[in-house]
């Protein structure tokens, strides 16, 4: 249960909530550009676009939820349960894990366009990390500043989408959210005209009455379209990194609103929010809502070591008196 979001204001900003039961030790990774990247069939990336993002590393392998290349193209990784099918190896092509497939893009790739020609060549295989982690079901947003797409692999193969609202959450597939966007195109961020009847006056009695309808629940098709609405109506003029931690806050969600079978409760253990410009990957936790930023470029970007940072949860207040 996860939200992405890829939005254009004073500059390009990639983000997306982290949504789950619990935290499995993630940390903001820097992968240097001489860090090398040995892929499951073979291939080997000894040199790379340097990357930061929120990973999770296990025998020295960043695993990213999402991240940010050094040129700015992002990527992230979403659950995508009951859709989501990895294909066997196969013969000429690139057969990639999925858990390889973001520092495959990112360490390659300087575009959306360039990740468009490289993934035609790349089969999603069902390789494994090993054992203890088998594969998630996933699908994948990737965008620049200039666009985002959508990855997903499914039984009758790799659908590469085009992306015009900079948005995924989890299911349904791409292409059904986006039929469902049509039952909403009454929503307005203004206040509406009266449609119901002309010989009746209607008094509006409160503000934001253009957006009754928007779906306030916590489904992944229910946040993909508050998100799109939210984020395609943000003020451009206040582009900024508080602005984007707001537009992801539409989504966020408490701890006690979704309980798990198991009587665990669903939280938004993360928020990111990287500046694809400038290299800075900014987050909050459920616990600490203090935002914490990691900048790319005040790291040695040659080096040959990964370079993790704790996050930070416990909270920070900044008291006055």
């Not at 935290?23 to 892929?39: A, D, H």
Request: overall charge negative; glycine content about 6%; some cysteine.
């Amino acid at each position: 249960m996860c939200t992405a979001v890829s939005y254009q204001a004073d500059h390009h900003y990639f983000g997306r909530t982290l949504d789950l039961e619990c935290s499995f030790g993630e940390q903001v990774t820097i992968t240097p550009r001489n860090y090398p990247f040995s892929f499951v069939d073979g291939q080997r990336l000894a040199q790379h676009y340097a990357i930061i993002g929120m990973a999770r590393i296990q025998k020295n392998y960043p695993l990213y939820y999402d991240a940010a290349n050094e040129k700015g193209l992002s990527m992230a990784a979403l659950n995508f349960p009951d859709h989501a099918f990895y294909m066997p190896k196969s013969q000429g092509v690139m057969n990639i894990a999925p858990f390889e497939l973001i520092a495959w893009v990112l360490g390659q790739c300087k575009s959306v366009e360039e990740a468009k020609i490289l993934l035609r060549k790349t089969n999603i295989a069902d390789f494994s990390f090993d054992q203890a982690l088998p594969n998630t079901p996933l699908h994948w947003m990737i965008a620049d500043a200039r666009c985002s797409i959508v990855v997903e692999p499914c039984k009758d193969g790799l659908h590469i989408h085009d992306n015009p609202v900079g948005v995924l959450t989890n299911n349904p597939p791409f292409e059904t959210q986006m039929m469902n966007l049509s039952h909403y195109t009454h929503l307005t961020n203004r206040q509406p005209q009266p449609m119901f009847c002309g010989r009746i006056p209607i008094q509006y009695y409160s503000r934001g009455m253009g957006t009754v309808g928007l779906p306030g629940d916590f489904s992944s098709a229910s946040r993909f379209v508050r998100a799109a609405f939210v984020m395609q109506n943000s003020n451009g003029q206040q582009g900024s990194v508080g602005q984007f931690f707001h537009v992801l806050g539409s989504v966020l969600q408490p701890m006690g609103s979704v309980q798990l079978q198991n009587g665990e409760y669903v939280r938004t253990v993360y928020t990111s929010c990287i500046n694809t410009d400038l290299g800075i990957y900014y987050y909050t936790t459920y616990e600490n809502q203090q935002i914490t930023a990691v900048d790319l470029h005040r790291e040695e970007l040659d080096a040959q070591r990964l370079i993790a940072y704790d996050l930070i949860t416990e909270q920070r207040i900044n008291q006055y008196n």
